[in-house]
């Protein structure tokens, strides 16, 4: 925009001295003005250079300012116009992109309560911990890792935007995956899942892939992901991570209706400026080309320029993963509607230019030509000739000019005679004026050193004056910051009193809680001992049951031998023996399993009872401890009370200190107010001194100088000719 501007202006500026050339030119006069004996001296002619002539100067203000005010006009049209639509574009824009952040903080928010609904599955906890005791291969993990599976794929049904939902061990194994068994990968050496454990339970979301995030969920489709560790509730304990996966086509259904224009896009960024999502899928994953740094994001939502200055940029950061949705659009598509004024003004511009041409051709001719003749008469009377007149046939203000011309040569004419007559009196008066002169500028010099004593002791007085002035000064302001200070000590006790008080009354309902909590250990304990005890029922039963199977092979064999002895008719009671023979022995296999199954469950019982046992003797600790927790926050809020007191005192006090450093500070103001006014007009009147003695000396100067120049203006005179 410069560059054309002042290309214009060059160019308007030769074409103005071209006309103002051919019109010197066409104005130069042949013959000398009236009155001047026939000089041949032309007017604009002998000026030499057109631009140094009135006309030549009245030409190119006509024309500069003319088409200075059309393009600043224009321009600042165009400017003000462009900035307007750009920032109402931007406002929309950046409103859309907000409200799409808004929506899309909800699908966010719908993954981490799914995520939170998984965490707080006891059933999916209990199948982990029960994972971990197992050993990997065996029959029993696969059937677990079986039913992991199927919990996972009711989650992962109940959203057709998750692709995989992934549970794996503390040391980064794959247990299961929904839609599939139990898979082979390991992912302890992906960041991300060192990230998810250090975060201990809290979401973690996980940039784009282009794949997966395991070797086995790679299908080729972009996905982002949501992972998070799984805890045990009671021991607080990592047993394993979440991890799930989720299409990136969601996001780009959420975005479809939010539209940047010919040329815009949307995409989701990471603070680091990583690419989450792009509607260029070979952008997703790699450094975003925004053109900006990622400090300028600062806020949740704005907007501003990219490092070209190209782009609008409008941004809205999550507030659930902190990742900004931004919207980038075209500047020359936002403004492209401000384009025409741009045109509409260079137009206007050169027919200004035209119009400002002729409008200065004919001022200047009509101003140039009476100034020139003006100019000739005034060179001849500045040669001595105080006879020349101007002829004057106008009435406007050249006129008006040409007769006050021929009246200031009359006066002139008039001055330069009485001038010749006071010249001889001004002669004698100069050198009287000397002798007065010199005695003034002795008077003066003494005047001057008595002044500048006195100015030297008033200045000295106002240095101190101010010095104590700034002393008073920091003394209020710090007896200001002590008693803030102390208001806020006072605010800050009272604060812990009333902590103090919420520590009392939670810790009564902590005491409460904690009975309880023994009561219904002691109840377990008394249940597990009774549920000891039917194991110990179970077990008679199983030695019972196990005699009875022994007594049926028994019985099994001696039909076998009695159905032999009998022959061929014997052999439908020799089958029949056969069978019950064949159900015994899985009566027996049957009672072995639970005989052992109901072992380890009486071995796990007395263990738990001896956790249980261990366990009463702490709660009973804890229950001490907290009583002698109550009595410190008691104690602490009768300290709290007399401390409070004390700083009220103190605060009173202090006020009353700073009530008397207030009419200290005002005081001393006053004297140094006093000693600087005093101080001031020492130096004035030093200064007013020291001009009075310059005053003399030029005035014994001009005494002198007075005589010469009457002595020069007697000879000068003489050169007129009246």
């Known amino acids: 925009m410069r560059e054309r501007w002042k290309a214009l202006t060059s160019r308007m500026a030769r074409a103005g001295r071209a006309v103002a050339g051919l019109w010197a030119s066409r104005q130069a006069k042949p013959e000398g003005a009236p009155g001047s004996g026939g000089g041949k001296l032309t007017g604009l002619a002998a000026v030499g250079n057109p631009m140094k002539s009135v006309g030549g100067k009245l030409f190119i203000i006509f024309f500069a300012s003319i088409l200075f005010f059309v393009l600043t006009v224009g321009l600042a049209s165009y400017n003000i116009s462009k900035s307007i639509i750009q920032n109402k574009v931007g406002d929309a824009s950046e409103q859309t992109i907000v409200q799409a952040g808004e929506k899309m903080d909800l699908m966010y928010a719908v993954y981490e309560d799914l995520s939170l609904q998984i965490l707080l599955d006891e059933s999916l906890m209990t199948l982990l911990r029960e994972s971990a005791a197992a050993t990997k291969g065996t029959y029993d993990f696969l059937q677990i890792s079986q039913k992991i599976v199927e919990k996972l794929n009711i989650y992962s049904y109940s959203n057709k935007t998750i692709r995989a939902i992934h549970v794996m061990s503390p040391s980064g194994e794959v247990i299961a995956s929904s839609g599939g068994t139990s898979g082979t990968a390991n992912v302890k050496d992906k960041p991300w899942f060192g990230k998810m454990l250090e975060e201990n339970g809290r979401v973690v979301w996980l940039e784009s892939s282009a794949s997966g995030y395991t070797e086995d969920s790679s299908r080729g489709t972009a996905v982002f992901g949501l992972g998070r560790a799984l805890k045990n509730g009671l021991s607080n304990e990592v047993q394993g991570a979440l991890l799930m996966e989720i299409n990136l086509d969601s996001i780009a259904q959420e975005l479809e209706r939010v539209q940047m224009g010919d040329g815009g896009e949307t995409m989701i960024v990471t603070p680091e400026l990583k690419t989450i999502y792009s509607q260029h899928a070979e952008a997703i994953g790699q450094d975003s080309d925004l053109g900006i740094a990622k400090e300028q994001l600062s806020s949740e939502a704005g907007r501003l320029l990219n490092d070209r200055q190209d782009k609008q940029l409008v941004y809205y950061q999550s507030a659930k993963n902190g990742w900004y949705l931004v919207g980038a659009m075209k500047v020359e598509e936002l403004v492209k509607d401000a384009r025409l004024i741009y045109i509409m003004t260079w137009v206007f511009a050169i027919v200004a230019a035209v119009l400002a041409v002729v409008i200065g051709f ?300 207030v009419v200290l500070t005002d005081a001393m103001s006053n004297v140094s107010a006093v000693a600087e006014e005093s101080s001031a007009t020492s130096q004035e009147v030093a200064s007013l001194s020291s001009e009075q003695l310059n005053i003399s000396s030029g005035l014994v100067r001009l005494s002198e100088k007075l005589e010469e120049l009457s002595t020069s203006l007697k000879e000068t005179l003489s050169k007129f000719q009246v």
């Open 362 to 661: 004919f001022v200047a001719r009509m101003i140039g030509r009476p100034l020139g003749q003006l100019r000739t008469l005034m060179k001849q009377g500045e040669e001595g000739d105080l006879r020349v007149r101007m002829s004057v046939t106008r009435q406007d203000e050249i006129g008006q000019l040409g007769l006050s011309f021929n009246e200031m040569m009359e006066k002139i004419t008039a001055l330069v005679q009485q001038t010749n007559h006071s010249a001889q009196e001004v002669l004698l008066t100069a050198a009287e004026l000397s002798d007065a002169s010199k005695q003034t500028k002795t008077a003066a010099q003494e005047i001057a050193a008595a002044t500048e004593q006195i100015a030297g002791g008033a200045t000295s007085l106002a240095v101190e004056a101010e010095r104590g002035n700034e002393l008073t000064g920091h003394i209020s302001v710090q007896m200001k910051e002590v008693v803030r200070s102390n208001v806020e000590m006072g605010t800050a006790a009272a604060e812990v009193q009333k902590s103090s008080e919420q520590g009392i009354d939670y810790m009564s309902g902590l005491i409460s809680k904690t009975n309880a909590t023994e009561t219904m250990t002691r109840s377990m304990v008394e249940k597990v001992d009774k549920l000891k005890e039917s194991t110990r029922s179970i077990r008679k039963i199983l030695d019972m049951l196990n005699n009875i199977t022994k007594q049926t092979n028994i019985l099994s064999l001696n039909a076998t031998i009695e159905a032999a002895r009998a022959g061929a008719a014997g052999k439908g009671f020799m089958v029949v023996a056969d069978e019950i023979r064949k159900l015994a022995d899985q009566s027996r296999q049957s009672i072995e399993v639970v005989g052992s199954i109901t072992e380890t469950i009486q071995r796990e019982i007395d263990e738990t009872v001896e956790v249980l046992s261990e366990a009463y003797p702490i709660f009973q600790e804890q229950i001490d401890s907290v009583k002698e927790t109550d009595l410190i926050f008691k104690q602490v809020q009768s300290q709290m009370s007399g401390f409070i007191g004390r700083l009220s005192e103190v605060t009173e006090s202090i006020s009353q200190l700073e009530s008397s450093q």
